[in-house]
């Protein structure tokens, strides 16, 4: 390998943000350092690296001597790699601090300090909630599906990003017994509303029997105690031999891919549940057993059932085992993949594959059109997962196409 010799000096900084892609030059650097310049002969790619980054390394350089303030040196690294991540135009492709990677995970296992909501990006960078959770601090405060936050504690926020929704996150989390200012446009008028924040124990799936003998399941997400609820859920409206079943994936955002397969094997006889593919073409598949419930189904979506929600509905429409109500889905088919770095706790969420339903559909950017489309009615509130049987017309419609299939399974 041709070689060249350079003097390194200061270049640890630098190397903080190439050390992933060069865990030898980290070493070559580290090792034998005695404080001042060193001569040290690197190779080609080396070289490549450390010239390739050369100007970011100027770039700091100059702030910390000449900017007319003193400033933070772990700021600037830090917005050097969220500008990084940024730079790859990826609203799904972002950097967690060690406390935003911790939050993260309490999310995903159920249970994180916090007011009770969630909350997602809209088309137009905004911030919406996406869903208040049952007996919430955000409940409690009235918050309500589909408000969008516009400040925090008097501080404007916006969704232009994911780096700015993770900030606009970072100022509503806090320490449980303290309160926040979230200040929310809704029907025109903003509103103030002090929320108390507070341990929270999400419970992502609710189920119930409706009409005597129809059972209803309501998943919010798909993390979390998700695959134990869908079980118990299961198990319960087995034991009561009810006749067929509505499962209520509105307004659920997805979540992880290994519980929605979970959940779908259940559900669909023998055969794949869906393939990703990564960007060189390699493929993974998703298969079911032949064990699995045989009952009359129907599956509700909205504009707000994304990723994880529209694997699972599109699994079940191409094996026809059950109907999708509602409206056309989000249209979100990538899959992330999330990086803990073990030395500080912090991580990484990038996307690395696109998912496909079993007939081979792309989701990405085109959603699952229902077999039944029904625009929710404006007087339907869909902020706790109870079901409305009342004002929800799109519920109607869901135990209409249920009931249509019972009676084509008790005529076969």
Aim: contains cysteine; aromatic residues 6%.
């Amino acid at each position: 390998m041709k070689r060249r010799v350079v003097i390194i000096t200061a270049v640890v900084w630098m190397l903080v943000i190439v050390a992933v892609a060069s865990s030898a030059l980290t070493a070559l650097v580290l090792s034998g350092s005695d404080g001042g310049s060193a001569l040290r002969v690197v190779g080609e790619d080396e070289y490549e690296i450390i010239d390739r980054y050369r100007r970011l390394d100027e770039v700091r350089a100059t702030l910390m001597n000449e900017y007319y303030q003193p400033l933070d040196e772990d700021e600037l690294v830090l917005g050097a790699i969220r500008g990084m991540m940024s730079a790859v135009g990826d609203p799904y492709t972002f950097y967690y601090t060690a406390d935003e990677m911790t939050a993260a995970n309490e999310e995903f296992g159920g249970v994180y300090h916090g007011v009770g909501m969630l909350v997602q990006l809209t088309d137009d960078g905004a911030i919406e909630v996406a869903r208040v959770y049952e007996d919430s601090p955000a409940e409690a405060a009235g918050v309500r599906m589909g408000d969008r936050i516009v400040a925090v504690d008097g501080v404007e926020v916006s969704g232009e990003s994911a780096q700015t929704l993770n900030e606009a996150i970072d100022r509503i989390q806090g320490e449980d017994g303290t309160t926040v200012v979230l200040s929310v446009q809704r029907d025109g008028e903003i509103l103030d509303l002090e929320v108390m924040r507070a341990e929270v124990s999400i419970s992502y799936v609710e189920y119930q029997i409706i009409n005597g003998d129809i059972g209803y399941i309501n998943i919010s997400q798909f993390s979390g105690n998700d695959v134990e609820g869908f079980q118990e859920a299961m198990s319960a409206l087995q034991a009561a031999e009810v006749s067929g079943v509505i499962i209520d994936i509105r307004n659920n955002p997805g979540g992880l891919l290994t519980d929605v397969v979970e959940i779908a094997d259940a559900l669909l006889p023998e055969g794949l549940i869906a393939y990703v593919e990564d960007g060189h073409g390699n493929r993974t598949e998703y298969t079911s057993d032949a064990d699995y419930w045989d009952v009359p189904l129907v599956v509700m979506v909205n504009g707000m059932s994304a990723s994880a929600s529209e694997l699972l509905s599109a699994a079940i429409q191409d094996y026809d085992r059950g109907t999708i109500v509602g409206t056309t889905t989000y249209g979100k088919g990538i899959v992330q993949t999330l990086i803990t770095f073990a030395e500080d706790g912090a991580g990484m969420q990038l996307t690395t594959a696109s998912y496909y339903s079993p007939s081979g559909r792309s989701i990405h950017e085109n959603g699952v059109e229902p077999d039944v489309t029904v625009e929710l009615s404006e007087d339907c509130d869909l902020t706790v997962p109870s079901p409305n049987l009342e004002n929800d017309n799109q519920l109607a419609a869901a135990l209409e196409a249920l009931q249509a299939r019972i009676d084509a399974a008790s005529e076969e």
